[in-house]
């Protein structure tokens, strides 16, 4: 094995922020001083490094000369700090209408990870790959955002099994509920492809050609037309979070974690972008 220099484009501020959170965490543990593999900061440095360049666990850990159990250990004690960090959608909504924003965006994505062998029974009563979405063609994990007109996300959900489709995941995690009150209780109407049609009267999805083969309306091109300029541009923060952190390109951890890694993805994005809470 070959040793060589390498560098990871995140802000030292970065690292020094998940030490500190880190630290919290051991100190709340009870954890002896001079007891672990690595400091605070080398481990927030593996972890960051693991998240920004999707690098193999077993080459991270001789990178950083410890053990590959031990890596998967820290590796997974940063996503536990980070993931913490998440608030709650009504939390996120009432933020974006208190910075002025007139609407959300919310979309719903598959993110890829290894084939599995757990099945379930689809609405036919057939028995179906419970990760395998037949939109798609691929095994993966299905996650809700909700996101700000500009692009930035503001809030993922918890991973959903790929053969659900956007609506059934966004009802079943409360998303719908949560967007219909805002719309009615804080004026915020949220923006979404046709694929949530039906989901409420707080999401708006673009009007579907007649099934007779007939044109549409003017007044409902024109409707249609506005929301696609409206929504085009929130429908890019699936690709902030994707492009910034290539380790949800592709996962091999169980698709159930997916929800977690996306979160702390979103958390860690928030510090690069200033969007922190203000008390933390």
């Known amino acids: 094995m070959i040793a060589y220099r390498a560098t990871v ?3 030292r501020e970065l690292v020094q922020y ?53 890596a998967y250990r820290y590796r997974d004690e940063g996503i536990t700090v980070l993931a913490a960090q998440a608030t709650d ?25 290894d084939r599995l062998t757990e099945t379930t029974l689809s609405v036919k009563g ?9 939109k798609h063609r691929d095994f993966g994990a299905n996650i809700q955002a909700v996101m700000r007109p500009g692009g930035l996300p503001i809030w993922t959900s918890a991973a959903m099994p790929g053969h659900l489709h956007d609506t059934s995941c966004a009802r079943e995690l409360g998303i719908t509920a949560a ?14 492809d046709s694929g949530y049609e039906s989901a409420g009267h707080g999401i708006k999805t673009p ?32 690709a902030i979070l994707v492009g910034r952190w290539k380790t949800l390109r592709h996962t091999t951890v169980s698709p ?3 929800g ?21």
């Open 9 to 11: 484009d995140v802000p």
């Open 18 to 70: 998940l030490a500190r959170l880190l630290y919290v965490q051991r100190r709340a543990r009870g954890t002896r001083r001079d007891t672990r593999a690595m400091t605070c900061f080398h481990q927030a440095l593996m972890v960051l490094v693991w998240f920004r360049k999707a690098e193999d666990m077993t080459l991270l850990a001789a990178g950083f000369g410890i053990s590959r159990a031990t």
């Open 89 to 113: 959608p009504h939390t996120a909504l009432h933020r974006a209408a208190a910075d002025g924003w007139s609407h959300v965006i919310l979309d719903g994505k598959l993110f890829d990870c």
């Open 126 to 134: 057939e028995t179906i790959d419970a990760w395998y979405s037949g």
């Open 179 to 192: 967007l219909n009150w805002s719309a009615a209780d804080l004026d915020l109407p949220a923006l979404a």
């Open 207 to 238: 009007i579907k050609q007649p099934t007779d083969g007939s044109r549409l309306a003017p007044h409902n091109r024109a409707y249609n037309r506005l929301l696609r300029g409206l929504r085009w541009q929130g429908e890019r923060g699936f």
């Open 256 to 258: 159930r974690r997916i």
């Open 260 to 280: 977690d890694i996306a979160a702390t993805a979103l958390h860690l994005t928030h510090f690069e972008y200033e969007y922190l809470p203000k008390s933390r």
